[in-house]
C-alpha cells in the first residue's frame, strides 16, 4: 500500500504544481503576449502540451457531428467526428483516428475545437505529426471557422501516394490546387513571402524538417494578412488589399483529421484506421468579448515591456475567460429605414410591370388558335370578278375613295374578320390609278388569296410580300396579262387572276369625301406581317428519332448527374441494381451512339433543296441561315444561364456530391461579361474536336456539339457541290467512301456527316428507297445488316461488362496522334478516349439506324407517334435547358430532401419526375422565344440579304416638304379654315389650289 500512497501524493504535488505554475503564468503575463518578430501584441492564450495532461482540457471541446452532404465539387463522402477516436497517450500526445467509410459513404474522424468562440486575430501554432505514408489519403487541420466563407485552412495530407503528400494552405473555399501549397519534397529557401522551390531527397527546408514527423504548423492572422508558416519558414501571404473577402469575424479554432475523397487535394479515404498526432498547441489572440472600456484600462495599465513574449516555451495555462466567449458571435442587425422607400418603388413597378405583361399576354393570347373566317363570317359578301385577259374593268370617274368607319372596323378586326355585310374606313383610300403610299397601292397578297391592309403607317396602304410591287396601282393590276408583261409589271397566275374586286356604289352628293363598301374578301383582319413563311415540311419518322435521341441525351445527362453508377462502370453504387442497370440498359440507351443521330439527320435537310434543284441559291441560303439559326438561341440561353448561375440558382450543386457519389456535374459563372463573349465566339469558330470554354460554364456542357454542327455545316456545304458535279455513279460512290474512311480515321465527326450526306444523295438523287422496296432480296438483305450493324454497335458496349477487352479503347489507339503521328497507343494519350471522340461503333449504329428508320414501315410507325412528335418542336428548347433544370432545381430539392433524411431512392425518383415535369412546364414558354430568335430572326436576315429594300421615302411623306415652313409664313390660318396646299394623291407633291377646297384637307392633317 505504500507505493501507490505516494504515487497518488506525487501525481496531488505535480497538480499542484501545475496549477501555481499556471496561475503564475497568467499574473506574470496579465498584460498580453508580444511578438517582436511581426511587432503584434495579443490579450488571451490557450497553451496546452497534450503529454503533460491525462485527459482533454476544458478549454477544448471533442466534435461529434455527422455531416449529411458536404460542400465540394469533388467530395464524394460524408464527414462525421466520433469522440471515441479522440485519444490521449500517456506521456506522449493527442492522437485523431480516422476510420474505414461506411457503406453509405460516411468517413467518422476525430476533431476538437477551442471552447472559445471568442477568438479574433491572433498567432496559432501547432505541433503535429500528420498520417502515416502507409495508409490512403486523409488530412489532419489546423484551421479556424465560422461559416462556408469565413475559414482558414493549413491542411497536411499524406494522399493515396506518399511522393504526391503535401501541405495545403486554404482561404475562404479556395479550390485545392497544388499552387496554394507545397509538397512534402519541395524545400523553401529564404524567410520572405516569395517562394522558391527546390526538389531534396524526401525532406522539407534544409533537411532539418521532416513532415512525416513531427512539425511546427503556424498561421498569423490579423486584420491586414494571413500568413501560414511550415517549420518556422513561411509560405504563403495573403493580404486584405489584395483579398477583401478575408476572414474578419471571431470563430474557434479547430484541429481535426478528417477524409472526404477528394480527388484533388487528400483522395482517400484510408481503408484501415489512420491516426494522426498533435504533440503541443499554442495560440495567442485577441477577443472580440472585450470591450472599449476594457481596452482602455488595459492600454493604460501595460506596456510592451510588461507583456510576455510569444516564444517563450516555458509559458503554460489559459487566459480566463466569461461564458459569453463561449457563445457564437451574431452579427448586430442594422436596419436602415433610407432604402425602404426605394425598395417600395421597386415593388411597385414591378407589380405594374408584371400586370401589364399579363395582361398583354391573356390579351393577345398566343396559344390561341385563329379561328377559320368560314367559321365565323357566314354572309358570302358581293363580288365581282377580276377581269380577264380581254375584259377591262369598269369603274366610275367619281369613284376616287373608300371609306369605313371606325366603329365597324374595330369590331370586325376584333373577331378576327370582316363584318357579314361591309366595313368602313375612316380615312381615304384613292382610286384606281392614284397613290396610296409612294405613289401607289401596293399588290394584292398573291400567296394568302387576301388583301392585308397595314395598320401601322399613318395611311393605309396594301401589303405585299414582293418589293417591286410598291409602284403598283389597282389599275395595273387589273391589267390584262399581256399587257402586263409588255409593261414589265409582275405577273398575275390564274388563280389570282380569279380574286374578286369590291363592287363600289355610286358616292353621296351630299358628302365631300365620297363612302364607299369594302367587302371582307377586299379588307381581311390586319395583320402584323405581310406573308407568313411557308409551312416548314417536316418528315414525320425523322422528326420522331430526332426527338427520341434529344430525350435519350436527357435522360443519361440526368444519369450522369445523379445516379452515375449505371452510367459510368466501376462507379459507386448506392443499389445492387445500378449495377445490373450499367450492365443491361445503359449499352443500349444511355451511351454516345445516340448523339450521332443528330449529325446525320440535320445533313438531310441542309442539302435535300440542293440535291433536287443543283440551284446555289440553296447552298448561300444554308450558309446565312445556319449559324444564327443556331447562335442567336444559343447565345441567348447562355446569356440567361450566366444571369442565374451568377444569381445562385445552381449554388446547391456544389453540394450533391456527396449525396449521388459522382463529380460530373460542374458549373461555374464567367469571370467577366468579356470571357461570355470570348467564349461564345470561340463556339462559332472552334474546329473539333477541341472543346469550347464555355463548356465550363454552361450546365451539362453540352454545347460542344454546336462546334460540331458549325463547321459540319460548311464542310457538307462543300461537299454537297462536289458531289453533284460527279455524275458516275460510281465514281461518286467511291468519293463517298474516301471521304468516311479518311475522316474516321482523322477521328473527326464529319463521318457522321458524310454518311447522312450520302444518305441524302441515294434517296433524292437515285431514289433507292423506290429501288429497294421492288426487289424484296435486295431490301431484306440490306435491312439484316444494318440490324446487324446495330447489334454490333451494342455489342461493343456490352463486352466491357463482362470482359477485359474494351473495343473503345482499342479503336482510339490504333488512330495517329495529332501532335506527333504516332498511333497513339505509343503515346501518353493511349486508353480510353473522351467523350467528345468519335468513335467507330457509334457511327455504324448511327448508319445503321437511319437506314432503317428510311426503309421500315414499322419503325417509321413507332416513331411517328404523337407523344414523339408533340415534343418535335421543343426539342431544341430541350437540348439547351434541361441541364439547367437539373442542376438548379434537382440539386437544390435533393439538398432538401437529403436534409429531411429521405431514403436515396425516394430522394432521386422525386427529384427525376419533379425535373421533367418543370421542363416540359417550362417549354411552351420558352419554345416560341427560342423559335422567334432562331428561325424568324434568321428569315428576316435571308429575306434582307435577298430581297431588295424599299425605296427611300421623305421624312415628311405624304406632305410637302414646306408644311410646317409656310405655317410659320402665315399661309395657314388660324382654326385651321384654310391651307393654301393640297395633297396630289399620285405624286405626294404640294400644288396651289383653291382655299376652299383644301379646307377638308386641313381638316384631315389636324387628324394626324
Same mark, same amino acid.
Given at each position: 500500500?505504500?507505493?501507490?500512497?505516494?504515487?497518488?501524493?506525487?501525481?496531488?504535488?505535480?497538480?499542484?504544481?501545475?496549477?501555481?505554475?499556471?496561475?503564475?503564468?497568467?499574473?506574470?503575463?496579465?498584460?498580453?503576449?508580444?511578438?517582436?518578430?511581426?511587432?503584434?501584441?495579443?490579450?488571451?492564450?490557450?497553451?496546452?502540451?497534450?503529454?503533460?495532461?491525462?485527459?482533454?482540457?476544458?478549454?477544448?471541446?471533442?466534435?461529434?457531428?455527422?455531416?449529411?452532404?458536404?460542400?465540394?465539387?469533388?467530395?464524394?463522402?460524408?464527414?462525421?467526428?466520433?469522440?471515441?477516436?479522440?485519444?490521449?497517450?500517456?506521456?506522449?500526445?493527442?492522437?485523431?483516428?480516422?476510420?474505414?467509410?461506411?457503406?453509405?459513404?460516411?468517413?467518422?474522424?476525430?476533431?476538437?475545437?477551442?471552447?472559445?468562440?471568442?477568438?479574433?486575430? *491572433?498567432?496559432?501554432?501547432?505541433?503535429?505529426?500528420?498520417?502515416?505514408?502507409?495508409?490512403?489519403?486523409?488530412?489532419?487541420?489546423?484551421?479556424?471557422?465560422?461559416?462556408?466563407?469565413?475559414?482558414?485552412?493549413?491542411?497536411?495530407?499524406?494522399?493515396?501516394?506518399? @511522393?504526391?503528400?503535401?501541405?495545403?494552405?486554404?482561404?475562404?473555399?479556395?479550390?485545392?490546387?497544388?499552387?496554394?501549397?507545397?509538397?512534402?519534397?519541395?524545400?523553401?529557401?529564404?524567410?520572405?513571402?516569395?517562394?522558391?522551390?527546390?526538389?531534396?531527397?524526401?525532406?522539407?527546408?534544409?533537411?532539418?524538417?521532416?513532415?512525416?514527423?513531427?512539425?511546427?504548423?503556424?498561421?498569423?492572422?490579423?486584420?491586414?494578412?494571413?500568413?501560414?508558416?511550415?517549420?518556422?519558414?513561411?509560405?504563403?501571404?495573403?493580404?486584405?488589399?489584395?483579398?477583401?473577402?478575408?476572414?474578419?469575424?471571431?470563430? +474557434?479554432?479547430?484541429?481535426?483529421?478528417?477524409?472526404?475523397?477528394?480527388?484533388?487535394?487528400?483522395?482517400?479515404?484510408?481503408?484501415?484506421?489512420?491516426?494522426?498526432?498533435?504533440?503541443?498547441?499554442?495560440?495567442?489572440?485577441?477577443?472580440?468579448?472585450?470591450?472599449?472600456?476594457?481596452?482602455?484600462?488595459?492600454?493604460?495599465?501595460?506596456?510592451?515591456?510588461?507583456?510576455?513574449?510569444?516564444?517563450?516555451?516555458?509559458?503554460? *495555462?489559459?487566459?480566463?475567460?466569461?461564458?459569453?466567449?463561449?457563445?457564437?458571435?451574431?452579427?448586430? /442587425?442594422?436596419?436602415?429605414?433610407?432604402?425602404?422607400?426605394?425598395?417600395?418603388?421597386?415593388?411597385?413597378?414591378?407589380?405594374?410591370?408584371?400586370?401589364?405583361?399579363?395582361?398583354?399576354?391573356?390579351?393577345?393570347?398566343?396559344?390561341?388558335?385563329?379561328?377559320?373566317?368560314?367559321?365565323?363570317?357566314?354572309?358570302?359578301?358581293?363580288?365581282?370578278?377580276?377581269?380577264?385577259?380581254?375584259?377591262?374593268?369598269?369603274?366610275?370617274?367619281?369613284?376616287?375613295?373608300?371609306? $369605313?368607319?371606325?366603329?365597324?372596323?374595330?369590331?370586325?378586326?376584333?373577331?378576327?374578320?370582316?363584318?357579314?355585310?361591309?366595313?368602313?374606313?375612316?380615312?381615304?383610300?384613292?382610286?384606281?390609278?392614284?397613290?396610296?403610299?409612294?405613289? @401607289?397601292?401596293?399588290?394584292?397578297?398573291?400567296?394568302?388569296?387576301?388583301?392585308?391592309?397595314?395598320?401601322?403607317?399613318?395611311?393605309?396602304?396594301?401589303?405585299?410580300?414582293?418589293?417591286?410591287?410598291?409602284?403598283?396601282?389597282?389599275?395595273?393590276?387589273?391589267?390584262?396579262?399581256?399587257?402586263?408583261?409588255?409593261?414589265?409589271?409582275?405577273?398575275?397566275?390564274?388563280?389570282?387572276?380569279?380574286?374578286?374586286?369590291?363592287?363600289?356604289?355610286?358616292?353621296?352628293?351630299?358628302? /365631300?369625301?365620297?363612302?364607299?363598301?369594302?367587302?371582307?374578301?377586299?379588307?381581311?383582319?390586319?395583320?402584323?406581317?405581310?406573308?407568313?413563311?411557308?409551312?416548314?415540311?417536316?418528315?414525320?419518322?425523322?422528326?420522331?428519332?430526332?426527338?427520341?435521341?434529344?430525350?435519350?441525351?436527357?435522360?443519361?445527362?440526368?444519369?450522369?448527374?445523379?445516379?452515375?453508377?449505371?452510367?459510368?462502370?466501376?462507379?459507386?453504387?448506392?443499389?445492387?441494381?445500378?449495377?445490373?442497370?450499367?450492365?443491361?440498359?445503359?449499352?443500349?440507351?444511355?451511351?454516345?451512339?445516340?448523339?450521332?443521330?443528330?449529325?446525320?439527320?440535320? $445533313?438531310?435537310?441542309?442539302?435535300?433543296?440542293?440535291?433536287?434543284?443543283?440551284?446555289?441559291?440553296?447552298?448561300?441560303?444554308?450558309?446565312?441561315?445556319?449559324?444564327?439559326?443556331?447562335?442567336?438561341?444559343?447565345?441567348?440561353?447562355?446569356?440567361?444561364?450566366?444571369?442565374?448561375?451568377?444569381?445562385?440558382?445552381?449554388?446547391?450543386?456544389?453540394?450533391?456530391?456527396?449525396?449521388?457519389?459522382?463529380?460530373?456535374?460542374?458549373?461555374?459563372?464567367?469571370?467577366?461579361?468579356?470571357?461570355?463573349?470570348?467564349?461564345?465566339?470561340?463556339?462559332?469558330?472552334?474546329?473539333?474536336?477541341?472543346?469550347?470554354?464555355?463548356?465550363?460554364?454552361?450546365?451539362?456542357?453540352?454545347?460542344?456539339?454546336?462546334?460540331?454542327?458549325?463547321?459540319?455545316?460548311?464542310?457538307?456545304?462543300?461537299?454537297?457541290?462536289?458531289?453533284?458535279?460527279?455524275?458516275?455513279?460510281?465514281?461518286?460512290?467511291?468519293?463517298?467512301?474516301?471521304?468516311?474512311?479518311?475522316?474516321?480515321?482523322?477521328?473527326?465527326?464529319?463521318?457522321?456527316?458524310?454518311?447522312?450526306?450520302?444518305?441524302?444523295?441515294?434517296?433524292?438523287?437515285?431514289?433507292?428507297?423506290?429501288?429497294?422496296?421492288?426487289?424484296?432480296?435486295?431490301?431484306?438483305?440490306?435491312?439484316?445488316?444494318?440490324?446487324?450493324?446495330?447489334?454490333?454497335?451494342?455489342?461493343?458496349?456490352?463486352?466491357?461488362?463482362?470482359?477485359?477487352?474494351?473495343?473503345?479503347?482499342?479503336?482510339?489507339?490504333?488512330?495517329?496522334?495529332?501532335?506527333?503521328?504516332? +498511333?497513339?497507343?505509343?503515346?501518353?494519350?493511349?486508353?480510353?478516349?473522351?467523350?467528345?471522340?468519335?468513335?467507330?461503333?457509334?457511327?455504324?449504329?448511327?448508319? *445503321?439506324?437511319?437506314?432503317?428508320?428510311?426503309?421500315?414501315?414499322?419503325?417509321?410507325?413507332?416513331?411517328?407517334?404523337?407523344?414523339?412528335?408533340?415534343?418535335?418542336?421543343?426539342?431544341?428548347?430541350?437540348?439547351?435547358?434541361?441541364?439547367?433544370?437539373?442542376?438548379?432545381?434537382?440539386?437544390?430539392?435533393?439538398?432538401?430532401?437529403?436534409?429531411?433524411?429521405?431514403?436515396?431512392?425516394?430522394?432521386?425518383?422525386?427529384?427525376?419526375?419533379?425535373?421533367?415535369?418543370?421542363?416540359?412546364?417550362?417549354?411552351?414558354?420558352?419554345?416560341?422565344? $427560342?423559335?422567334?430568335?432562331?428561325?424568324? $430572326?434568321?428569315?428576316?436576315?435571308?429575306?434582307?440579304?435577298?430581297?431588295?429594300?424599299?425605296?427611300?421615302?421623305?421624312?415628311?411623306?405624304?406632305?410637302?416638304?414646306?408644311?410646317?415652313?409656310?405655317?410659320?409664313?402665315?399661309?395657314?390660318?388660324?382654326?385651321?379654315?384654310?391651307?393654301?396646299? @393640297?395633297?396630289?394623291?399620285?405624286?405626294?407633291?404640294?400644288?396651289?389650289?383653291?382655299?376652299?377646297?383644301?379646307?377638308?384637307?386641313?381638316?384631315?392633317?389636324?387628324?394626324?
Amino acid at each position: 500500500m505504500f507505493p501507490l500512497s505516494l504515487f497518488i501524493l506525487i501525481l496531488v504535488l505535480s497538480a499542484l504544481v501545475a496549477a501555481e505554475v499556471q496561475n503564475a503564468n497568467r499574473d506574470i503575463c496579465a498584460c498580453g503576449f508580444y511578438d517582436p518578430n511581426t511587432e503584434e501584441l495579443f490579450t488571451d492564450s490557450i497553451i496546452v502540451y497534450f503529454n503533460e495532461t491525462a485527459s482533454l482540457p476544458i478549454d477544448f471541446e471533442a466534435e461529434h457531428y455527422q455531416h449529411k452532404y458536404e460542400k465540394d465539387w469533388n467530395v464524394l463522402y460524408r464527414q462525421g467526428a466520433d469522440p471515441s477516436n479522440v485519444r490521449l497517450t500517456a506521456n506522449d500526445s493527442l492522437q485523431l483516428v480516422v476510420s474505414p467509410p461506411s457503406s453509405d459513404h460516411l468517413v467518422r474522424g476525430a476533431g476538437i475545437r477551442t471552447a472559445r468562440r471568442d477568438i479574433h486575430y *491572433g498567432s496559432f501554432r501547432s505541433f503535429i505529426k500528420g498520417p502515416s505514408s502507409q495508409l490512403r489519403g486523409s488530412a489532419m487541420s489546423m484551421m479556424w471557422q465560422y461559416n462556408e466563407t469565413e475559414i482558414t485552412e493549413l491542411s497536411v495530407m499524406n494522399t493515396d501516394k506518399p @511522393s504526391e503528400a503535401w501541405i495545403g494552405t486554404f482561404v475562404n473555399n479556395e479550390f485545392t490546387t497544388r499552387d496554394l501549397g507545397i509538397n512534402f519534397t519541395t524545400a523553401l529557401q529564404g524567410n520572405d513571402a516569395n517562394r522558391n522551390y527546390t526538389v531534396l531527397d524526401g525532406t522539407l527546408g534544409n533537411g532539418s524538417i521532416n513532415p512525416w514527423d513531427y512539425t511546427e504548423y503556424r498561421i498569423d492572422w490579423t486584420k491586414d494578412f494571413i500568413k501560414f508558416y511550415i517549420g518556422g519558414n513561411i509560405t504563403r501571404m495573403v493580404s486584405h488589399k489584395d483579398n477583401t473577402g478575408m476572414p474578419s469575424v471571431p470563430s +474557434p479554432i479547430y484541429l481535426k483529421h478528417w477524409a472526404t475523397g477528394n480527388q484533388y487535394s487528400m483522395e482517400g479515404p484510408p481503408r484501415k484506421p489512420s491516426v494522426a498526432s498533435v504533440g503541443w498547441t499554442r495560440m495567442f489572440f485577441n477577443s472580440s468579448s472585450t470591450t472599449d472600456v476594457d481596452r482602455m484600462e488595459f492600454a493604460a495599465r501595460c506596456s510592451l515591456a510588461e507583456a510576455c513574449l510569444i516564444d517563450d516555451t516555458s509559458l503554460r *495555462g489559459t487566459t480566463p475567460y466569461s461564458k459569453a466567449a463561449s457563445n457564437q458571435w451574431k452579427q448586430s /442587425k442594422r436596419k436602415s429605414i433610407k432604402r425602404m422607400p426605394a425598395l417600395w418603388i421597386s415593388v411597385i413597378c414591378i407589380a405594374f410591370s408584371s400586370l401589364l405583361l399579363a395582361h398583354a399576354l391573356i390579351r393577345r393570347a398566343p396559344w390561341r388558335k385563329q379561328v377559320d373566317s368560314d367559321e365565323q363570317c357566314h354572309s358570302p359578301p358581293a363580288m365581282t370578278t377580276l377581269p380577264n385577259a380581254s375584259e377591262e374593268p369598269q369603274h366610275s370617274s367619281r369613284d376616287n375613295s373608300i371609306r $369605313v368607319s371606325p366603329e365597324s372596323s374595330r369590331q370586325s378586326f376584333d373577331n378576327g374578320c370582316a363584318s357579314k355585310d361591309s366595313l368602313t374606313i375612316g380615312r381615304t383610300v384613292p382610286s384606281p390609278g392614284t397613290s396610296v403610299y409612294g405613289g @401607289s397601292i401596293r399588290s394584292p397578297d398573291l400567296y394568302s388569296g387576301s388583301t392585308p391592309f397595314d395598320s401601322r403607317g399613318t395611311t393605309p396602304r396594301i401589303l405585299s410580300p414582293y418589293s417591286s410591287n410598291f409602284n403598283t396601282t389597282l389599275e395595273e393590276l387589273t391589267l390584262p396579262e399581256h399587257t402586263r408583261i409588255a409593261k414589265g409589271l409582275r405577273t398575275i397566275s390564274k388563280q389570282a387572276s380569279e380574286k374578286t374586286l369590291p363592287v363600289m356604289p355610286a358616292p353621296n352628293p351630299d358628302d /365631300k369625301i365620297p363612302m364607299e363598301t369594302v367587302t371582307q374578301s377586299v379588307l381581311p383582319a390586319p395583320r402584323m406581317t405581310a406573308h407568313p413563311p411557308p409551312q416548314r415540311e417536316r418528315i414525320d419518322y425523322l422528326a420522331g428519332l430526332v426527338a427520341l435521341c434529344a430525350i435519350l441525351v436527357t435522360v443519361m445527362h440526368f444519369g450522369l448527374t445523379f445516379v452515375p453508377a449505371i452510367i459510368i462502370p466501376g462507379a459507386p453504387q448506392h443499389y445492387a441494381s445500378e449495377a445490373w442497370a450499367q450492365k443491361f440498359i445503359a449499352p443500349f440507351i444511355l451511351n454516345q451512339m445516340w448523339l450521332g443521330v443528330f449529325f446525320t439527320t440535320s $445533313v438531310r435537310f441542309l442539302v435535300a433543296g440542293y440535291l433536287k434543284r443543283g440551284n446555289l441559291k440553296d447552298i448561300a441560303k444554308a450558309a446565312v441561315r445556319r449559324t444564327p439559326r443556331l447562335m442567336i438561341p444559343v447565345t441567348a440561353i447562355a446569356m440567361l444561364e450566366y444571369f442565374l448561375v451568377d444569381c445562385g440558382a445552381t449554388k446547391y450543386l456544389r453540394y450533391i456530391p456527396s449525396i449521388t457519389w459522382s463529380n460530373w456535374p460542374y458549373v461555374t459563372r464567367f469571370p467577366t461579361v468579356g470571357h461570355f463573349v470570348s467564349e461564345i465566339l470561340e463556339l462559332m469558330y472552334l474546329v473539333p474536336n477541341a472543346v469550347p470554354q464555355i463548356t465550363f460554364n454552361y450546365c451539362t456542357g453540352v454545347l460542344w456539339t454546336i462546334a460540331v454542327q458549325l463547321q459540319g455545316t460548311w464542310l457538307i456545304l462543300v461537299g454537297v457541290i462536289v458531289v453533284y458535279e460527279v455524275k458516275t455513279p460510281w465514281k461518286r460512290m467511291a468519293y463517298f467512301v474516301f471521304c468516311l474512311v479518311n475522316h474516321w480515321y482523322a477521328m473527326s465527326w464529319g463521318s457522321y456527316l458524310w454518311f447522312g450526306l450520302l444518305l441524302a444523295d441515294l434517296d433524292i438523287t437515285y431514289a433507292y428507297k423506290q429501288w429497294l422496296h421492288k426487289r424484296p432480296l435486295a431490301y431484306y438483305s440490306l435491312m439484316v445488316f444494318c440490324w446487324l450493324c446495330i447489334i454490333a454497335g451494342f455489342a461493343a458496349n456490352m463486352i466491357p461488362n463482362w470482359s477485359d477487352f474494351n473495343f473503345a479503347v482499342y479503336e482510339n489507339n490504333i488512330h495517329p496522334d495529332p501532335s506527333s503521328g504516332e +498511333p497513339i497507343w505509343n503515346t501518353a494519350n493511349a486508353g480510353y478516349p473522351a467523350y467528345y471522340v468519335p468513335r467507330f461503333n457509334g457511327l455504324i449504329f448511327a448508319a *445503321g439506324i437511319q437506314v432503317i428508320v428510311e426503309l421500315s414501315p414499322a419503325v417509321q410507325y413507332i416513331l411517328s407517334m404523337r407523344v414523339l412528335l408533340v415534343l418535335f418542336p421543343h426539342i431544341f428548347t430541350i437540348y439547351l435547358l434541361h441541364g439547367l433544370v437539373f442542376w438548379s432545381w434537382g440539386s437544390w430539392l435533393m439538398i432538401l430532401l437529403a436534409d429531411r433524411d429521405f431514403s436515396y431512392g425516394v430522394n432521386v425518383a422525386i427529384v427525376g419526375v419533379t425535373s421533367y415535369a418543370l421542363l416540359l412546364f417550362i417549354l411552351p414558354i420558352v419554345t416560341p422565344i $427560342v423559335e422567334a430568335l432562331g428561325k424568324d $430572326v434568321t428569315t428576316l436576315v435571308w429575306m434582307s440579304a435577298t430581297e431588295r429594300s424599299p425605296p427611300r421615302r421623305r421624312t415628311l411623306f405624304p406632305f410637302p416638304d414646306d408644311l410646317f415652313t409656310r405655317r410659320e409664313s402665315g399661309d395657314v390660318e388660324a382654326g385651321g379654315t384654310s391651307y393654301p396646299v @393640297s395633297v396630289t394623291a399620285t405624286s405626294g407633291r404640294s400644288t396651289p389650289s383653291d382655299k376652299s377646297k383644301d379646307k377638308v384637307a386641313v381638316r384631315e392633317i389636324g387628324a394626324f
